[in-house]
Every structure is written in C-alpha cells, then in structure tokens.
C-alpha cells in the first residue's frame, strides 16, 4: 500500500475540507480528534490545547462514551506524558504508556492504555497543543506511518485551531459588546439605585453564568461602599471586598490571595467611586482581555446610569418641591383672597335688604368656585408625590372648571406634556383659562363647548368655542373688565390672543404664549 507523502495528502485532503467550513473551536477540536482517531484507526483518540500559562485549556476526546467520559471526572491539566509537548517538537511512539518514565498517573476510571502515539502541534515556535492515540493493553504497536499522518495533519490543526480562536474571541467581544449596550439601554429607563443594581446584575449573569465568583457592589445612599448593596448577597468575595474596600480607589486591582486558587479582577467606576465589579477565575488561566474590558466598560456603565438616576431624582424633587410651593401661593393668593372678598362683598351689603339676596346668590357661587380648587388640588395630592408635577395639577385645575353644574356640556383636550411652564406662567394660564370658562357658563347661553390646550417644544396654543347667543364687545360693557384682565394677563407672560364672536353663532378665544418665558 502506497504511504508516501501523496497518498497521505489524497489521505487528509477531505478532512481538511470539512474543517474549512467549521468556525467554533470546540467543534474544530472535535472534528480534529475524530480525523486522529480515523488517520491511525486508533482505540481513543485526543486534541490537547494549551492556554498562555502552558496548562491544557481545553481537552476533546473521541471514543469514550458519555458513562466512560462521565468517569473520568475533571479533564487534565498537561501534567506528565500530555505536557511533554509544550516544549517537545518531535513526536512520541510508545509501546505501553505504563512504561513511560515521566508519565503523572492515570485517574480511577480511566479506560486500559497500551500503545500511545503523541503528536505535537505547533505554529512556528508557539506550542498550541498535541495530538493523541492509543489503544488498548496487548493491541498492535503504532507504525512510523502513524505518525507520518499525524505529523502532516498537525500544520493544518494548527492553522485551523488559530483561525478558530481567534473566531471565538471576535465572538466573545462581539457579545460582551452587545451586552454592554443592552444594559446602557436598560439603564435609561431605570428609575432606582437599586434597580440600576438590578439591571448590571443581570447583565453579569448573561456574561459568566458559570462563574460562582461575579460580585457587584453598589452604594445606597452613599457614593462610597461603606453603605452598599451586595450582589449575590451571599458572595464571600463580596464580603472580602468590603471589609477592605478603604484600601480601594478608582481604577482597576488584582488579587492573588482572596480565593483559594483563583485571581480576582476588580473595578471601581465612576466619577465619585460609585460602583466596583469583581471576578474571579483559575489562577493559572489568564483573564481573556474581552472579559475585562466589559467588566470595565459595564461598571462604567453602571456608575453613569446611577448619577443619571439620582440627578432625575434630584430634578423631580424639586419639581415636587416648586409644585408644593406654587400651591402653596394659589391657596394664599388666590384661594384665601377669594373668600376674603366674599366676606368683604357681603359686609358691605349686610345693611341693604336689596342688595343682600343678590349678594348671597353671588357669594354662594363663589363658594362653589373655591370648592372646586380646593377638590382639584386635593385630587392631584392623592395621586401621591411621585406623581406630583406642576402641569398635572395645571390640568386638574383647568378640568375642575369644566365640570360645573351647568347646562354647558364641555369637551376637552389638555396636553401639556412634562415640562413645567413656570410657577407665574401656569397661574396666569389657569386665571384666563377660569375667565373665559366663567363668561361661557355665565353670559353665553351655551349648551356646548370645547377647550384645547397643547404644549410643544415652542409655544402654548389654548382654543376656547361654545355654540352661544355671541356678543359684541363694545356694547357689552360688564364683560369688558374681565376681557380686558385676560388681555393684560396674556400680555404679561409674552403671549397673544384673539377673540371672535357671531351673534347667534358663538364665541371663540385662541391664545398663544411662548414656552421659554423666565420662571418667577
């Protein structure tokens, strides 16, 4: 039978072929073992593959079956007989592994070897790893064919083992990557430390789910970790961490004496110390750079998301806080003054028979317009203080008025969307807006009206219309007080308004105020 280099090239060529098409390295490995076992119709064969430390980082066998596989425990680390190719460049052809000098052991369960057959793989002057086949104790000794075989496969291993990892790391850095910008999403809509907490957590679960040593800390309160959340809470890296985290400063650390044999890798983020994640792996495997990196860029990360969610939590405080104020002034000026002039007005009329019914049916009207603020802030209070915003109790207020027991029914549609208009802006609206409501209820004769108010990125557009008797200004002359208090009140927060009136047909009020007036 013809052995030489041809028929060993026309030998490997279509296993080469397949190999071409695989990316993964486990399942190059595996198809680099099965083509071993099938070049030298070995019993069982092997593709050890070293890692920067000179250690196998990965072992991939053929020919044990998963009971036997199960057996064996742990793979080898590269002691003894399968280390010998970290620094070996030829191949070695043994009879009896048995009798092999520097052989380590053999683990309880391992199958029965006999012959052995070790082939190294290399790239230039870099061991990658070795091929290996034996069989069984007594079966027929490996041939100097053999280990042609193997020996001319072995280039190709090792092109296709390099391609493959650097495949797989592309791969690693591609998913880190996107699990980074998955969590920087996250975070926008996260409205807690704690959930911020949360959400990096997960994303550490997702990046090393089969690592038990993944601890995040992150502060409460605080922009140190004296006062801190521990996750996994139960984490004894976690719990080392803290009791030194004084020692710790921005920036990254390594350990080699926290874990028996494990590094840890840890990373404090943020401008102000606010987040630090940890991870541990075998002292003896370097850390691949892809994952420290993401652990860097994913507490960073984090440390940009908390700032984020207490400088919202700062600005909705305030915005309660301005909203409580603006109330507070409403019931002042507005609320007190108008029982205060209710009084007055009856004081005034207590001594005219007369005067005194109408006074009353007044006064009892007004009443029910004080009423009528007082329910609509206290509705906006009970939705309680996160809801709490200027231009919702702006809304309520505005809705308030259009619920009268009157014969108007009214439609609305109120859209201020989240940006608070200013304290004196908002009042000013709520005053033209009660004005013109009033005039409609009391004057139009309406059994129909509608109200919109909208805010964009400019202005403030409010349309008032009722289907009423109309009027013509200049003959109406109790009217032009209150005309002429919406006009000055438009006037005063920058803004124009126009009103148009049918007699018989109607009356409609358009008024536009610009967004970016200064706030008291």
């Not at 098409?21 to 119709?41: G, H, M, Y």
């Not at 009879?95 to 290399?122: C, E, N, Q, T, W």
């Not at 140190?224 to 030194?244: C, F, Q, T, V, W």
């Not at 029910?368 to 200027?390: C, K, P």
Request: charged fraction near 25%; glycine fraction near 8%; include cysteine.
């Amino acid at each position: 039978m013809n052995s030489g280099p041809a028929a060993i090239a026309e030998r490997i060529q279509p296993i080469l072929l397949e190999i071409a098409e695989l990316a993964p390295l486990e399942q190059v490995a595996e198809r680099l073992a099965a083509a071993a076992l099938e070049l030298t119709s070995a019993r069982y064969a092997a593709i050890g593959m070293y890692g920067d430390n000179g250690r196998l980082v990965r072992f991939i066998t053929q020919g044990l079956d998963p009971a036997a596989l199960a057996r064996l425990g742990q793979p080898p680390v590269g002691a003894g007989l399968l280390g010998e190719f970290q620094s070996r460049t030829e191949a070695i052809r043994i009879s009896s592994i048995a009798d092999y000098p520097r052989k380590h052991g053999i683990p309880a369960g391992h199958p029965d070897m006999g012959p052995f057959l070790g082939v190294p793989v290399r790239r230039g002057d870099t061991a990658l790893g070795a091929f290996y086949v034996t069989r069984g104790p007594g079966e027929e000794q490996f041939t100097e064919e053999d280990e042609r075989r193997l020996e001319a496969l072995a280039p190709y291993a090792a092109m296709a083992m390099s391609n493959a990892s650097i495949h797989e790391r592309e791969l690693r850095r591609t998913e880190c990557a996107a699990e980074i910008i998955r969590a920087a999403a996250e975070l926008q809509t996260i409205e807690t430390d704690r959930a911020c907490a949360s959400a990096l957590d997960r994303a550490l679960e997702r990046l090393f789910p089969d690592n038990e040593h993944v601890v995040l800390l992150w502060p409460e309160e605080a922009t140190n970790l004296d006062g801190h959340l521990r996750l996994p809470a139960d984490s004894s890296l976690g719990e080392r961490l803290i009791e030194m985290s004084d020692e710790l400063s921005h920036g990254e650390h390594w350990f080699d004496d926290l874990l028996p044999d494990q590094r840890v890798f840890a990373y404090i983020g943020g401008a102000d110390e606010t987040a630090l994640i940890a991870l541990s792996w075998d002292r003896d495997t370097p850390l691949d750079e892809a994952d420290r990196v993401a652990l860097v860029q994913l507490t960073d990360v984090g440390a940009i998301g908390l700032s984020s969610v207490r400088r919202r939590a700062a600005v909705m405080a305030l915005e309660r806080y301005r909203t409580r104020d603006a109330i507070a002034r409403d019931l002042h000026d507005d609320l007190i003054q108008s029982i205060y002039s209710i009084g007055l007005g009856l004081q005034t009329r207590r001594d005219d028979p007369d005067a005194l019914g109408v006074a009353l049916d007044r006064a009892l009207h007004e009443l029910n317009e004080v009423i009528r603020d007082l329910r609509a802030y206290i509705h906006q209070l009970e939705q309680g203080t996160e809801g709490l915003t200027s231009t919702g109790l702006l809304t309520t207020r505005i809705g308030g008025l259009l619920q009268r027991d009157t014969p108007t029914r009214w439609l609305r549609q109120i859209d201020l969307g989240d940006t608070a208009l200013g304290a004196h802006r908002e009042r000013q609206l709520y005053l033209i807006v009660r004005e013109a409501v009033s005039n409609v209820h009391r004057h139009a004769q309406a059994d129909r009206g509608s109200l919109i108010l909208e805010q964009d990125n400019e202005q403030v557009q409010l349309e008032i219309n009722d289907n009423g008797i109309g009027f013509d200004r200049d003959s109406v002359s109790d009217l032009s007080v209150g005309l002429r208090s919406m006009e000055q009140r438009v006037a005063d927060i920058g803004g124009s308004m126009i009103i148009e009136s049918v007699i018989g047909q109607g009356t409609t009020l358009r008024a536009t105020f610009p967004v970016d007036a200064e706030e008291d």
